[in-house]
């Protein structure tokens, strides 16, 4: 960036909200993927719509990228600022703008993770259940349409929207919903915003649904001989209509890895973790329709956990996966993301399995199959440019599989540069009407360049 | 339409799928709101997406206006082709194109109406439960973003949509979605193609989510002194987490209407009208904690519909209810569809029944309170402009007061002529960006042209 130009913008926003320290551009660089690091010129910790209205005017005037970051928890690449320009932290707007208790509704400012949010209205006997396991910021879940374990129950991030403060590219403020449950009125802006990772417009209110803490909540998991037959019991689930609160695919591997990682000791086979919630009947009801259809299919290690402890034992073990892979050293890690119809899902975890077989890399299989949408988790030798390439192969052609069969290249982690290349194979012709609202939103290319489309 | 484009549409459509006749003329004049009838030069019956590439080529290069109709059933005149040119009428487009019962999953074309659609899946074991009262077709309720009852358990139809094939304006076909259940990929189209009311583009085929029919269903009603504490009851139910398959508010006004014109004998009383829906178990605990928690309310008259005639005309009731005001003669009926947060459905819906009083016109109040969302319903002599002015009146100032209060002028059946007027009330500076994703997807505004901006 030009020296006038940074100049103008410690002028008009403040040199105590800019910061070029080693450590904030560094952190700025990446996310939670093994995408290139690239530096942001500076990073901008604005503390209000009327500091992101500024910022985004002089931005648009002299085309210089500008690149939201939340928590950075992302995994393709999203937040990293790849044509320099601002990165945008929301770490000074974390605040809880209002909150309406009767109507399971709360409004907040964009910076504020999941577990902030929980920890605030938890007290009152509500939650906001989407779960994507990293503490991610509210506004990073809802560019990318995060989900996670409690989707099969609630959906994704953008179900849970009302309305949206966000401020376009031109600096226009605009809200995107309104306080009703449901509207036919005008086009649904919520909707898009939700998943367009920044590229569209910054966030910088959301308006979102809340639940009543279910006053029951119960955990079982199971054993299946193959990852298929896993999927096939889940599947028979969600036929039968029962309302899981989660349902959770981890293979036999991932357990293994897990257990050692966590001190555990969960049979190490293929296996379905499950979760009901409601009043203390109707669990106890679904937990037991739930049982005996498990075995109608052949189960075992029905077990349900039955103390807090073992409740929490279980998720914290699902939760830490993912890190139970990332702490081997010396390793790198890639996974796919695929989500198809619920019929294709057996299908595909044996593809994606038999895929991790053939590369010889150590990686398992898990996922949220009551959405039919399941992670792929590769360990490669960064430096070992046949290891990089075999992992990379399996990503490929899961998400290539995926998108034959119906469905897409990514469930929840979203678009990022990582799949930026499956886009015209999953959307065909629509992709050049999403690029040109992509231009009709921000005429400069200044937001988030780089991303989604190539 | 001037006559050497006349017979370049009958050459190039074929003459059998055009119709000039008086009668379908007049039935495509109009729907079932009151808005001023405008016949179309031409209805024209496309039998498959070609058909449809076809018309809007010629239609796109000619400027010539194409208004898609579904049923006619909608109640803001968005079916009437205000600006003369093509009536697009899908009665040969009912088809069912796959049926995907593991998936819980149907791709249909869109003259398909709800009730066909469910006959043919209600045989296995299947139901698509939204449900507006009228038997409109999939595409128009998909184009209005319509509801109805059972909207506090399902969503709207735009929840119900995995992917839709689209014709632009242009001639371009492309698919918004996948077969995916959630996908985080490209930007969300299924959203914004919902409730576009044929402005957008024309849907020519719908995947549509499907669940199973419940076990058991089980409705139950009960009294209130007021509408007022009718939705303070309401309120209580959504808190509590119970998930009603159904939750309705029919004042008492609105109970002697249809009484008479059905026979009748419901308490003639400011009602809640529920349905419980799942296994025996869970239904019976529902109506067990919704029963104790009305009747900790003040309820009167709580009463279970034992026996299925008992239900089948609990919601025979329900569903006359539009036609028992609009049967009454020589009177015309307009009536508010506003939808706000729940804690301001009780001061809504009071001050809504007073204005009633106050105009001196027949009129209820009833809707799905479960989302904040309610009716009135107003008769008038279309032939008095007081008593029009006054009817007209009490809209206004619904919509108005929902607006105000963080809700929405329309919960359900959106905009079309009718409620042109609060778009810039309800969205703000949005509405420019509303237009601006008009012009680029229709940039010679051929597609139904008139509706939902002024
Ligand atoms: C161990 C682990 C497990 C995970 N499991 C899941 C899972 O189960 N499900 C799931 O969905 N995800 C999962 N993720 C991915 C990640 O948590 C989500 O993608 C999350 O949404 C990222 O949020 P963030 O705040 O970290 O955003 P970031 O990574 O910082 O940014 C993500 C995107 O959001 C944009 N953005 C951020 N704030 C705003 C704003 N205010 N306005 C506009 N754009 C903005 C950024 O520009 C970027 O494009 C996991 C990640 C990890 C590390
Ligand atoms: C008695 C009564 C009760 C009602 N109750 C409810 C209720 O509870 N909830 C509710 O939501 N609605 C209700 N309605 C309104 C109505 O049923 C809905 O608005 C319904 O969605 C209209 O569908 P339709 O097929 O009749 O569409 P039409 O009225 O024919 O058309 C509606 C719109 O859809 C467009 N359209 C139709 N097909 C297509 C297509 N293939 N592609 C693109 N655009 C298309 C048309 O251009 C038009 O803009 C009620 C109506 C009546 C008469």
Same mark, same amino acid.
């Given at each position: 960036?030009?020296?006038? &130009?940074?100049?103008?913008?410690?002028?008009?926003?403040? *040199?105590?909200?800019?910061? *070029?320290?080693?450590? #904030?551009?560094?952190?700025?660089?990446?996310?939670?993927?093994?995408?290139?690091?690239?530096?942001?010129?500076?990073?901008?910790?604005?503390?209000?719509?009327?500091?992101?209205?500024?910022?985004?005017?002089?931005?648009? #005037?002299?085309?210089?990228?500008?690149?939201? =970051?939340?928590?950075?928890?992302? &995994?393709?690449? +999203?937040?990293?600022?790849?044509? *320099?320009?601002?990165?945008?932290?929301?770490?000074?707007?974390?605040?809880?703008?209002?909150? =309406?208790?009767?109507?399971?509704?709360?409004?907040?400012?964009?910076?504020?993770?999941?577990? !902030?949010?929980?920890?605030?209205?938890?007290?009152?006997?509500?939650?906001?259940?989407?779960?994507?396991?990293?503490?991610?910021?509210?506004?990073?879940?809802?560019?990318?349409?995060?989900?996670?374990?409690?989707?099969?129950?609630?959906?994704?991030?953008?179900?849970?929207?009302?309305?949206?403060?966000?401020?376009?590219?031109?600096?226009?403020?605009?809200?995107?919903?309104?306080?009703?449950?449901?509207?036919?009125?005008?086009?649904?802006?919520?909707?898009?915003?939700?998943?367009? %990772?920044?590229?569209?417009?910054?966030?910088?209110?959301?308006?979102?649904?809340?639940?009543?803490?279910? #006053?029951?909540?119960?955990?079982?998991?199971?054993?299946?001989?193959?990852?298929?037959?896993?999927?096939?019991?889940? !599947?028979?689930?969600?036929?039968?209509?029962?309302?899981?609160?989660?349902?959770?695919?981890?293979?036999?591997?991932?357990?293994? +890895?897990?257990?050692?990682?966590?001190? =555990?000791?969960?049979?190490?086979?293929?296996?379905?973790?499950? %979760?009901?919630?409601?009043?203390?009947?109707?669990?106890?009801?679904?937990?037991?329709?739930?049982?005996?259809?498990? *075995?109608?299919?052949?189960?075992?290690?029905?077990?349900?956990?039955?103390?807090?402890?073992?409740?929490?034992?279980?998720?914290?073990?699902?939760?830490?996966?993912?890190?139970?892979?990332?702490?081997?050293?010396?390793?790198?890690?890639?996974?796919?993301?695929?989500?198809?119809?619920?019929?294709?899902?057996?299908?595909?975890?044996?593809?994606?399995?038999?895929?991790?077989?053939?590369?010889?890399?150590?990686?398992?299989?898990?996922?949220?199959?009551?959405?039919?949408?399941?992670?792929?988790?590769?360990?490669?030798?960064?430096?070992?440019?046949? #290891?990089?390439?075999?992992?990379? =192969?399996?990503?490929?052609?899961?998400?290539?599989?995926?998108?034959? &069969?119906?469905?897409?290249?990514?469930?929840?982690?979203?678009?990022?540069?990582?799949?930026?290349?499956?886009?015209?194979?999953?959307?065909?012709?629509?992709?050049?009407?999403?690029?040109?609202?992509?231009?009709?939103?921000?005429?400069?290319?200044?937001?988030?360049?780089?991303?989604?489309?190539?």
């Amino acid at each position: 960036m030009e020296t006038y &130009l940074y100049e103008q913008f410690l002028e008009v926003l403040g *040199k105590e909200k800019i910061s *070029k320290s080693e450590s #904030e551009l560094y952190r700025h660089s990446r996310d939670e993927s093994s995408h290139p690091y690239v530096e942001p010129d500076f990073v901008y910790f604005p503390e209000g719509v009327e500091d992101i209205v500024k910022v985004l005017k002089i931005a648009n #005037e002299h085309k210089i990228p500008v690149t939201p =970051y939340g928590a950075g928890s992302g &995994l393709e690449g +999203q937040a990293i600022p790849i044509h *320099k320009g601002i990165s945008m932290n929301f770490d000074n707007m974390k605040k809880i703008i209002e909150f =309406y208790p009767e109507d399971l509704m709360i409004t907040v400012e964009p910076g504020i993770t999941r577990l !902030q949010l929980n920890e605030f209205i938890n007290k009152h006997g509500l939650y906001f259940p989407i779960d994507p396991g990293a503490d991610a910021s509210i506004g990073g879940m809802i560019a990318n349409n995060a989900s996670g374990t409690t989707a099969v129950r609630y959906g994704s991030m953008r179900d849970q929207i009302l309305d949206l403060e966000v401020v376009l590219a031109n600096g226009t403020v605009i809200h995107t919903g309104s306080k009703a449950k449901k509207s036919s009125s005008g086009y649904n802006l919520n909707g898009i915003m939700a998943g367009s %990772e920044g590229t569209l417009g910054v966030i910088t209110k959301a308006t979102l649904k809340l639940h009543g803490i279910p #006053e029951k909540v119960l955990a079982a998991r199971c054993t299946f001989n193959t990852p298929g037959e896993c999927a096939e019991a889940a !599947q028979a689930v969600l036929s039968c209509g029962i309302q899981v609160l989660r349902m959770e695919l981890v293979d036999a591997e991932s357990i293994k +890895q897990v257990n050692s990682y966590g001190g =555990y000791a969960f049979p190490e086979e293929h296996s379905l973790f499950f %979760e009901f919630a409601g009043t203390p009947n109707i669990v106890e009801e679904e937990a037991s329709v739930v049982e005996e259809l498990m *075995k109608e299919f052949g189960c075992s290690n029905w077990e349900r956990a039955n103390t807090p402890k073992d409740r929490a034992d279980l998720w914290k073990a699902r939760h830490e996966l993912a890190y139970s892979y990332k702490h081997i050293k010396g390793k790198a890690s890639t996974g796919a993301d695929a989500c198809v119809p619920i019929s294709k899902l057996a299908e595909m975890v044996v593809f994606g399995r038999t895929l991790l077989e053939e590369s010889g890399l150590i990686g398992g299989v898990f996922g949220h199959v009551g959405d039919g949408n399941f992670h792929t988790m590769v360990m490669y030798d960064p430096n070992d440019p046949v #290891e990089k390439a075999k992992a990379k =192969y399996t990503d490929d052609q899961i998400a290539m599989k995926a998108i034959e &069969l119906g469905g897409s290249c990514t469930g929840e982690h979203g678009v990022g540069v990582g799949k930026m290349k499956y886009q015209l194979k999953e959307h065909g012709e629509a992709v050049e009407l999403m690029k040109s609202i992509k231009l009709l939103f921000d005429p400069n290319g200044i937001l988030n360049p780089g991303k989604i489309f190539i």
